[in-house]
């Protein structure tokens, strides 16, 4: 048959079937994590261990200075001609809901936003990312919600995804399975009153893992693998080099925090310039899904070591011969997206466009996107 030249998918980012706002369900898959767990519950593993806001917590090094840097190797960043999709003739069966066109033969980044809400700058994070038609992921900590719930849903309604960064910011590797289970429970609590779901993604807060988090939270455990150290430096222009000298980004996520004007600032620069280096910016779970092509599970740590080293090579155009395997997909995940899939084919003005409604976007992630 036909050659494909690229597949896109385009995400109508409403929710699911509990409601028009609720977080996008995801699950995930995962592959480990230097977990060395030490003896009982204070075995902290990631590499990087989340500084954050509190600069007498004693964060070891940024992970900047824990990594040795890698040669910038020049990714194929089409920015030049990244073939429009937005062009197609889309039938927005929801007009409210943001479409994006995702190339999963183009490099991806996460930005993450942690610690919020904040009153005021979650919602200008929001601006900055509605301005670029682009999103980004927050982790929330539950007991600031009520600063501003509303922020919360627009981030969800713009195709945000949110996750949970405990119920209080305290640090769950140090905690007993009683008591981590009892935080995120109450944590959900909050997050269920103003998304009407609970998050399924974690940060923990540090970045402070032990055994029974990661086996047994029940949560999907997110870290990060480049620490901008925005809580320490709250500079700009530091914030922005960071990222700007790490080199290929590609399948990184970038850790900064929703609670600081000078982050706000540098993302401000950044988004724009990410997308011009040619990056989409996606959420967590759709790096996980299409770049690295696992499935979001429970009970999993995604961090430094897959972010870092494993990054798929890209999917090639063509990507394959064959229409869309796509389509068999099995839904894993009983909380559906809507999702557009959009097959492009070497024939100009022939395309072929499915749209799978009610199908879990994470269902598609092992299809070889
Ligand atoms: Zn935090």
Redesign the pocket.
Known sequence: MKQLLSLFLVLSLTACAAGPRTARDRTVTATEEHVTAQSGEAGITDPVR?A??DPASKAPLGAASLLPEEPVIPEDTPTAEAPSAPEEPSAPEDPAAPERVLDPSRPMVALTF??GPHAEYTDQILDILEENRTVATF?E?ATNLHKDPDAVRRAVDMGCEIGS?SYR?ADLGKMSQEAIQADLAAADELFTQVLGQAPTLL?P??GSINQALKTSSGRALVTWSIDTEDWLNRNTEKIVSSVQNFGNLDGQVILL?SIYDTTVEATRILVPWLLEQGYQLVTVSELLTLRFRQEVQTNHLYGYSLFRWQVPPLAETPVTPEAPEVLSAEPVSKAPIKVKLVLRETVPDESVRTELLGKDLLSLQARRL
């Open positions: 989340e954050e806001h942690d610690d982790f900590v960064h910011h940060r807060p540090y925090h």
